[in-house]
């Protein structure tokens, strides 16, 4: 089974600033990294897939980058409504498909 | 719009049994594979099963395996996990989510979730 570890677990930002959230694999996974945005209560939200790639009506603000082992998800300039907490998700070898124990971006 | 609305959760007692539903909408249902992803009170998110556009592949979370059966019925547009001899770590939220691409399990739409409570 591949572990996916995210650090940190807790990142405080300000609104406009950059947030850089990271996420590496116990082994490679190619590109298969998926990104999640979930807010309380609310189910998880699909930001990006194939490390890279934003979802359908992602803002540009967010980006993945990285393969391999270790992936990066930046939010360029922080607005209020991206509070929350998020996962990465690896779906290279599967089952199990396997999810990063999350970071949760607050207001500084 | 794609629509995922998960229902059949519940209190239930150790060694119970509980049966989900995920009622689809706004997509050609019978096309997409399907997963199930529980997340515990507090916790992240937890792989659970996920089943092929035809049923053809079918595939469980090891904690969950020999206990919970995951189903479909495509000309009723819904997704279903059948859940056995329950146990207190069962306590999640579950939510039923569609595959991207089968051979791409991401998940691009989930439902609102359904809990499930398992207590004496």
């Known amino acids: 089974e591949i572990v996916m570890t995210q650090s940190p677990a807790t990142l405080s930002v300000s609104p406009g600033e950059r947030a850089t959230l990271s996420c590496r694999a116990s082994q490679s996974v190619s590109s298969n990294l998926a990104w999640y945005q979930q807010k309380p209560g609310q189910a998880p939200r699909l930001l990006i897939y194939g490390a890279s790639t934003r979802a359908t009506g992602i803002p540009a603000r967010f980006s993945g980058s990285g393969s391999g082992t270790e992936f990066t998800l930046t939010i360029s300039s922080l607005q209020s409504e991206d509070f929350a907490v998020y996962y990465c998700q690896q779906y290279n070898n599967w089952p199990p498909v396997t999810f990063g124990g999350g970071t949760k971006v607050e207001i500084k | 719009e794609v629509q995922l609305v998960e229902s059949g959760g519940g209190l239930v007692k150790p060694g119970g049994s509980l049966r989900l539903s995920c009622a689809a909408s706004g997509f050609t249902f019978s096309s997409y594979s399907m997963n199930w992803v529980r997340q515990a009170p507090g916790k992240g998110l937890e792989w659970v099963s996920s089943?092929?556009?035809?049923?053809?592949?079918?595939y469980y979370a090891d904690s969950v395996k020999g206990r919970f059966t995951i189903s479909r019925d495509n000309a009723k547009n819904s997704l279903y996990l059948q859940m056995n001899s329950l146990r207190a770590e069962d306590t999640a939220v579950y939510y039923c989510?569609?595959?991207?691409?089968?051979?791409?399990?991401?998940?691009?739409?989930w439902g609102q979730g359904t809990l499930v409570t398992v207590s004496s």
């Open positions: 989510a569609r595959m991207a691409a089968a051979d791409a399990n991401v998940g691009d739409y």
């Open positions: 089943i092929s556009s035809s049923s053809s592949y079918i």
